[in-house]
């Protein structure tokens, strides 16, 4: 769940209009929202806990103009997150999040070392610019995964670049140089390993750690996916068919059923149709479901 701050709000209509952007800003993510109606939203669905995600990286994102002051914008951000968290902890669990190549990322992440209001860390790679095949850049990150894991946190990545050709050669460099900096704690791939929807490029990456789960299911004990905007309703019947069999043999119980709210929409709604759909059984639905009853709702 997101919920921008005054500092990213004031940033984000530059933000958005950089021609950096391959596409348009959607309108429900630079809604001024607040935590009032991630609350409603919430309860409309019966959803008691959310994982509310900072969006403190976009100060540093090289998709957007430079911020002279961005270092500041990121404090404020991360500040504001963990703010709404304090204000209702059987509600909110907080997220700061950095970008993993900008200078102040380890600084960042130690300011909030001991600090119980703060359950993980979110990153978003390709808003953040990172290369996956760039060894100084995997350097990087690899010391943001173990900062955070020092800090006790649960990790939350959108792992997707921005590369064309994004997929299996990412996923096996991000598992044998960046993962094992996780220490074992939680991690969770964001979109199965996407942005969102369903295309080869994604299926590739998904195939890519099916293939690292089957063959040594101990360097993965400690990831998750989150399927959150993976089944839209512009996925093929043959794409979804693909994304269910690297569930299963993944195993439904590495996947966790987020909304990725406010882009999800209602959410009583979004959870009653995303997923139920054939592709999986109602069993297996459960699996995925019951997961996220049991750790929130990313």
Known sequence: ??????????????????????????????????????????????????????????????????????????????????????????????????????????????RWKGDRAVTGLKLHLTNSGVDLRDPAQIAKLAAVFHAAAANGWTI????????????????????DQVLPAAGGRPVVIAHAAGWGGIDAVTLDALGAFADAFEKDPTRLRNVRFDLAQVFKDNATPEDRARMAGLIRRIGPDRFVAGSDWPFAGDLKTYFATAYAGPELSPGEWAIVTGSTREKGEP
């Open 1 to 110: 769940m997101h919920v921008h701050s005054p500092a990213i709000l004031d940033i984000l209509p530059a933000y958005c209009a950089s021609p950096k952007r391959k596409s348009p800003c959607d309108p429900r993510f630079t809604a001024p929202l607040t935590a009032a109606d991630a609350l409603k939203a919430m309860d409309g669905a019966g959803i008691r806990t959310g994982w509310l995600m900072s969006t403190a990286y976009l100060a540093e994102s090289p998709l957007g103009p430079p911020q002279p002051d961005a270092a500041r914008v990121v404090r404020e951000a991360n500040d504001f997150t963990v703010a709404l968290a304090r204000s209702r902890p059987d509600r909110f669990a907080a997220f700061v999040s950095v970008n993993p190549t900008a200078p102040d990322a380890l600084a960042e992440i130690a």
């Open 156 to 175: 939350m990545i959108h792992m997707r670049t921005g590369a064309a050709d994004y997929g299996a050669r990412d996923v096996e460099a991000f598992i």
